[in-house]
């Protein structure tokens, strides 16, 4: 095994161990000082449960890094947002704060990567015909870029396991090809996969069905947030370094962020449709549309991973066809998909109506 190797997988046990030994300990605390998530009409857990479980992957993942990674190439900068963020989420976990709160917090971690380290999305690469941005486009492209994701980790966050493993499957995918070929100006990132994959697996061992403890918006906010820089960092070796999809990296990226970014557009287009604001909650999120059907909360979150994997799998093997191509494909698949999911809706409330 190469010294590389041997560094990911001891920076990947650290964060797990961090994480799955902190969990215990948080969840003590959590039911000693009564800081507890309380169910109502838009949850689906039903008793009261700690949500601080971010603290934990937090911990893990900030550790390993810092002890074992190279910190150059922005990733500093990455650590100082995930800081940020991290106790926006969790002044959120105990007390909940406003939505501009939380914004001003995103608002900051976004330009400390953007402006003091130049992580930004600097050309759609043919997408529409445009190539190469102007400055103060690509700035706001790549910060509507970072809220964007962030905040969608963030909403798929509804389900014991959901957000974890959707988490694990991008995170893992993209480490994969950034460990195979960013080369020296990217490849660092994959440390930052790994760590937040033994974190994440650490934070999973209590999470999954029936959970003792929740991830809360201290761990969706910091894994979206990581998710997002991630993301265009693998968008830019595209361009930077040619391998491996050349200018076909952003569909692809789209394609490895299927499932969350499907569910907010989705909940968001559903919920201006019926005239209502586009960041009012309820239980129209695709995980609560495959619960209605039937399914327990373990098989729809294995479902929602194999979809991800799917979907993967798919722009992986056609990258070839070109950004136009496959984003119109993946527009296709979501628009079927949302039929299918909207038909279900409609006859499972028919069905109640004539119960």
């Keep these: 095994m190469s010294h590389l190797g041997i560094q990911l997988g001891l920076s990947s046990l650290w964060a797990f161990l961090v994480s799955m030994f902190a969990v215990p300990s948080i ?4 039911h000693l000082k009564n800081m507890l998530d309380t169910p109502n ?3 689906v857990h039903e008793s009261l449960t700690p949500r601080l479980g971010g603290v934990a992957v937090f911990a893990g993942f900030m550790s390993a890094l810092t002890i074992f990674a190279d910190l150059s190439h922005g990733i500093q900068q990455l650590l100082a947002g995930c800081i940020v963020l991290f106790f926006v989420g969790l002044k959120d976990d105990l007390v909940t704060i406003s939505v501009a709160k939380k914004f001003v917090g995103q608002l ?5 990567v953007m402006i003091m380290a130049d992580v930004r999305i600097t050309s759609f690469q043919g997408i529409l015909g445009i190539q190469e941005l102007p400055v103060g486009i690509s700035y706001a492209f790549t910060f509507l870029v970072i809220v964007g994701i962030t ?7 509804g389900l014991d396991g959901l957000a974890g493993t959707i988490v694990l499957i991008i995170v893992s995918t993209f480490g994969y090809y950034f460990y195979e070929y960013g080369g020296p100006n990217f490849q660092n990132y994959v440390f930052v996969s790994v760590c937040v994959i033994g974190g994440m697996l650490g934070f999973l061992r209590y999470n999954f069905h029936k959970a003792s403890i929740f991830m809360g918006d201290t761990g969706s906010l910091l894994c979206g947030f990581i998710v997002s820089i991630l993301t265009i960092q693998f968008i830019e070796m595209g361009l930077k370094v040619g391998q491996p999809f050349a200018s076909s990296a952003p569909s ?3 394609g490895i962020l299927f499932v969350p970014l499907f569910d907010t557009l989705r909940v968001f287009i559903v919920r201006m449709l019926a005239g209502r604001s586009p960041f009012s909650p309820d239980k129209n999120h695709v995980h609560h549309r495959i619960l209605a059907m039937g399914f327990q909360q373990i098989s729809t979150v294995m479902l929602l991973g194999a979809l991800n994997l799917v979907v993967i799998l798919f722009v992986i093997n056609f990258a070839y066809l070109g950004n136009t191509l496959l984003i119109l494909g993946l527009v296709v698949f979501s628009v079927l998909l ?3 999911l909207g038909v279900y809706q409609s006859r499972t409330a028919q069905q109640r109506v004539a119960s």
Aim: net charge neutral.
């Design 151 to 157: 905040n969608a980790i963030n909403l798929i966050d």
């Design 252 to 254: 692809v990226a789209v």
């Design 27 to 30: 969840i003590y605390i959590a």
């Design 41 to 43: 009409v838009r949850t």
């Design 338 to 340: 949302s039929f299918l």
């Design 108 to 112: 900051l971690a976004t330009g400390i």
